[in-house]
């Protein structure tokens, strides 16, 4: 599975991105998928991920958005209400058999893209 993120940028705080990670390999409705990030200085951290249901961090809680679109292959993550905090490197995930509670574990998941800077800033 090869997965590349995309969609990240310098956004003002309140602002919204949507970042995509475009899924290769397999299809995106049979595999466990999340979104992580890495702020400078920082561990990675859990931000959502999508198994039979959405999961999010609190620290995101009704400002993100994940889903999967099987048609494109696609996962998202709709970012709204940004802010500097939110500033990190995004990194998209898969994994199979992650069950519910290993789904924040960053160690659970097989594959990973790139990365996709988000930067909030006035």
């Known amino acids: 599975v090869q997965l590349q993120a995309s969609g990240g940028g310098l956004v003002q705080p309140g602002g919204s991105l949507r970042l995509s990670c475009a899924a290769s390999?397999?299809?995106?409705?049979?595999?466990?998928m999340g979104w992580f990030r890495q702020a400078p200085g920082k561990e990675r951290e859990f931000v959502a991920a999508?198994?039979?249901?959405?999961a999010y961090a609190d620290s995101v809680k009704g400002r993100f958005t994940i889903s999967k679109d099987n048609a494109k292959n696609t996962l998202y993550l709709q970012m709204n209400s940004l802010k500097p905090e939110d500033t990190a490197v995004y990194y998209c995930?898969?994994?199979?058999?992650?069950?519910?509670?290993?789904?924040?574990?960053?160690?659970?998941?097989?594959?990973w893209g790139q990365g996709t800077l988000v930067t909030v800033s006035s």
């Open positions: 995930a898969a994994g199979t058999g992650i069950i519910l509670s290993s789904l924040r574990q960053g160690e659970a998941y097989n594959y």
């Open positions: 390999g397999r299809t995106v409705s049979r595999l466990v």
């Open positions: 999508v198994k039979s249901s959405p």
